[in-house]
């Protein structure tokens, strides 16, 4: 089966441009999750989904994050304008909400972000 | 308080030593507790889970949970070079929303 797939890798990115990373979940999963991890702060969640509805937004650190679900299959997490204070490396997660393997959740290779 | 919280390290232990990782957390409603291995560059990945107190044993790896003193630790019996990497310890509550919380994790190095 096929993980959870991410995509650019990697993005370097002129400061004030929009960027746009796209996730697709494993197949048949219900949760998704969007984390952002840099050496200070460590792996902090964004935001994440349920049934494509979005659940908590709290970790959104400012309105120039966004994050859409259109369907099961895919999201994107959206900053616009982008800033230097935004590189970081992003993982898109997805999991069962209920079920064996112990709500595990399982994680994309990342989206490496660059902004200069 | 952080929500979970891990000794920062890093933790240098000789090759075929015990290593000990250790994690609290602030949430009494978490419900399940995991041990997620990330090596340089790349994304973590599930090493184990536990949902019920005392321990649980993988392996070389032993889970061992707490919850009344909501602690979590993680002991890697046989210690190996290819098990220096940074652990994170997460949490997720199962009701009353359903995200998992990760520490800021622990860089262990297994010196040959």
């Known amino acids: 089966d096929a993980g959870v797939i991410q995509s650019p890798r990697h993005e370097v990115t002129e400061m004030g441009q929009e960027v746009t990373l796209r996730c697709k979940p494993i197949?048949?999963?219900?949760?998704l999750f969007w984390y952002r991890q840099t050496m200070m702060r460590g792996l902090e969640l964004l935001i994440y989904?349920?049934?494509?509805?979005?659940?908590?937004d709290s970790g959104m650190p400012e309105d120039r994050f966004s994050a859409k679900m259109p369907n099961a299959s895919f999201s994107t997490l959206k900053i616009q304008p982008s800033e230097p204070r935004d590189s970081a490396v992003y993982f898109c997660a997805s999991s069962l909400g209920t079920g064996g393997g112990g709500n595990t959740i399982y994680f994309g290779e990342g989206s490496w972000l660059t902004v200069v | 308080q952080k929500e979970v919280e891990q000794n920062s390290g890093p933790l240098s232990v000789p090759e075929g030593a015990i290593a000990s990782l250790n994690c609290t957390y602030s949430?009494?409603?978490?419900?399940?507790f995991f041990w997620y291995r990330q090596y340089s560059g790349k994304s973590p990945e599930l090493i184990m889970f536990?949902?019920?107190?005392g321990d649980k044993e993988d392996g070389r790896f032993t889970a061992q949970l707490n919850k009344a003193s909501q602690y979590v630790s993680l002991l890697i019996r046989d210690s190996q070079p290819s098990d220096s990497a940074t652990y994170l310890c997460a949490v997720r509550r199962l009701v009353m929303g359903n995200d998992m919380r990760f520490g800021a994790g622990t860089r262990l190095t297994v010196k040959p």
């Open positions: 197949s048949g999963h219900d949760y």
């Open positions: 536990i949902y019920s107190n």
């Open positions: 949430d009494r409603g978490s419900q399940s």
């Open positions: 989904f349920n049934n494509n509805v979005p659940i908590d």
